[in-house]
């Protein structure tokens, strides 16, 4: 396993990151039990994985709280995220930290986030809740604090481009790139600037893994006017990936390609099926994809934006 400095937090963590959110949920949503869950995190464990990432909406908190029990708790960096969506105030967010420290089985979190941030909400919740989390780091709660953006709905940044240029005050920024959208550099060059730490999300989702999505997804940028039709096979649009570079599937492509993005440090993936993240530990410990090949993608998806690779 590869390690890197984790930005200003000093942070060393692996390259990759067990995402314990999207499709999987580490096998919950596949209807693993818990105890194949339980697994799942202590492969990734024993394979050298020392970063992973979860949310009190996603349900894995109690699956990591266990898998902790048998490795050093400082051996591990634990991300999770609180939802200010509903009722929420200093208060709420004081209580939903505390049941996070309980399912986690830890007296304290690495990196605490708010999730999934829209772009509307940003200022309210730096002026009223992010004081709050200041605190709890300064009680040793917390040791820094993070925040991740809805990539979902909002594919153009707009939350970090209306936040990061006015506001030093985050250590972490979760983030959506990939092959199909690479919008975020502009957001990596000034986090570089600023050492603040990256936990890339969307890496691969279901365009780069699955055919029909691919090719509906490259449909819409073309709709869009984002995207030359002149530029891609409609019959195989990333096959030209394994034919310019020793990669051995478009999503190995796809994960070496996001793995080595300038400000990246840490790419999440998921998955509930154990050979599944052997396969994508070996992607993310490989070397670069071709420079030409780079430049290449680089070229093609320089304008889009309007789809997110699920």
């Not at 000093?10 to 990759?16: C, K, P, Q």
């Amino acid at each position: 396993m590869d390690y890197i400095r984790f930005g200003r937090t000093e942070l060393n963590v692996s390259v990759m990151g067990l995402g314990c959110g999207g499709p999987s949920r580490i096998g919950m949503s596949a209807d693993k039990s818990e105890a194949e869950s339980v697994n799942i995190v202590r492969h990734a464990f024993d394979a050298g994985v020392n970063f992973i990432d979860t949310s009190e909406v996603y349900k894995t908190e109690g699956f990591i709280g266990k898998a902790l029990q048998e490795v050093g708790r400082d051996k591990i960096v634990i991300s999770t995220k609180v939802n200010y969506r509903g009722e929420f105030s200093p208060a709420v967010l004081r209580e939903r930290l505390e049941g996070s420290l309980k399912r986690l089985n830890t007296d304290y979190i690495d990196i605490y986030n708010l999730h999934g941030v829209d772009p509307d909400d940003y200022a309210q919740l730096r002026d009223e809740i992010l004081p709050t989390f200041q605190d709890l780091r300064d009680e040793g709660k917390i040791r820094f604090i993070g925040v991740t953006e809805m990539f979902g709905e909002d594919t153009n940044h707009d939350m970090l481009r209306q936040s990061l240029p006015e506001d030093d005050v985050w250590d972490v920024v979760m983030l959506g790139f990939n092959i199909l959208n690479q919008s975020a550099r502009d957001i990596l060059r000034l986090t570089q600037e600023r050492d603040v730490a990256i936990q890339l999300m969307y890496a691969v989702r279901r365009a780069l893994s699955q055919p029909d999505k691919l090719i509906e997804s490259i449909q819409t940028l073309i709709d869009e006017g984002q995207l030359n039709p002149d530029d891609l096979n409609m019959e195989d649009p990333l096959g030209f990936l394994l034919k310019e570079s020793d990669a051995t599937s478009i999503v190995d492509a796809a994960y070496r390609f996001c793995r080595y993005e300038p400000g990246v440090h840490v790419v999440l993936s998921g998955t509930g099926n154990p050979e599944h993240l052997q396969s994508n530990i070996e992607s993310l410990n490989r070397g670069p994809l071709p420079d030409a090949l780079i430049e290449k993608l680089r070229r093609i998806f320089q304008h889009a934006t309007a789809v997110n690779g699920n």
